[in-house]
T-cell receptor
Framework: AQSVTQLGSHVSVSEGALVLLRCNYS??????LFWYVQYPNQGLQLLLKYTSAATLVKGINGFEAEFKKSETSFHLTKPSAHMSDAAEYFC???????????FGAGTTVTVRA | DVKVTQSSRYLVKRTGEKVFLECVQD?????MFWYRQDPGLGLRLIYF???????EKGDIPEGYSVSREKKERFSLILESASTNQTSMYLCASKVQGGNQPQHFGDGTRLSIL
């Protein structure tokens, strides 16, 4: 079985500050990892994915995530928050022999002016 | 770009009605999924289909059924709608393979009165 834990259901940052969203996973086999963003009243949009190539993955909108096998983590960062980053973020894990993804509960990001 | 289209953004139905939610994707994806999203509970998988006419139950299939007669279309059916099925419903599709991301529609916000 696989599962995903996102630490912190709400994160508030100042505009221009670092955004750090934490994701830890458990998987019995090497995982595939994804981060998605959801803006209000919209579906989920793929930010980035890790599929066993480089451990530092760059995504859209200036986000990046680092896969750390020893820590079973895949934290998402952005050096400088923008007002448009206010949204809900989901971490998800998949496996090569499975159609499905397991999603974390989500982290809502608020950006203060 | 992948396009996943859900037939309605907002839908209001009455208790006991049979409700159809439609989802169409334009990228010839093998796999399709239906989720519901509720505050604090994240995304929960209702049903998925790994190919035409094939379906499997997800984590919360009770009260729902699905149909996939054509590759591009995946329908979710609420056999007899109840108020506890008021939710945001998200459809997704993906190419076969665990390392492939899911692509989401914009969601249908369904209210059962």
């Amino acid at each position: 079985a696989q599962s995903v834990t996102q630490l912190g259901s709400h994160v508030s940052v100042s505009e221009g500050a670092l955004v750090l969203l934490r994701c830890n996973y458990s998987s019995s086999v090497p995982p595939y990892l994804f981060w998605y963003v959801q803006y209000p009243n919209q579906g989920l949009q793929l930010l980035l994915k890790y599929t066993s190539a480089a451990t530092l993955v760059k995504g859209i909108n200036g986000f990046e995530a680092e896969f750390k096998k020893s820590e079973t983590s895949f934290h998402l960062t952005k050096p400088s928050a923008h007002m448009s980053d206010a949204a809900e973020y989901f971490c998800a894990v998949g496996r090569s022999n499975d159609y499905k993804l397991s999603f974390g509960a989500g982290t809502t990001v608020t950006v203060r002016a | 770009d992948v396009k996943v289209t859900q037939s309605s953004r907002y839908l209001v139905k009455r208790t006991g009605e049979k409700v159809f939610l439609e989802c169409v994707q334009d990228m010839d994806h093998e796999n399709m999924f239906w989720y519901r999203q509720d505050p604090g509970l994240g995304l929960r998988l209702i049903y998925f289909s790994y190919d035409v006419k094939m379906k499997e139950k997800g984590d919360i299939p009770e009260g729902y059924s699905v149909s996939r007669e054509k590759k591009e279309r995946f329908s979710l059916i609420l056999e007899s709608a109840s108020t506890n099925q008021t939710s945001m419903y998200l459809c997704a599709s993906k190419v076969q393979g665990g390392n492939q991301p899911q692509h989401f529609g914009d969601g249908t916000r369904l209210s059962i009165l």
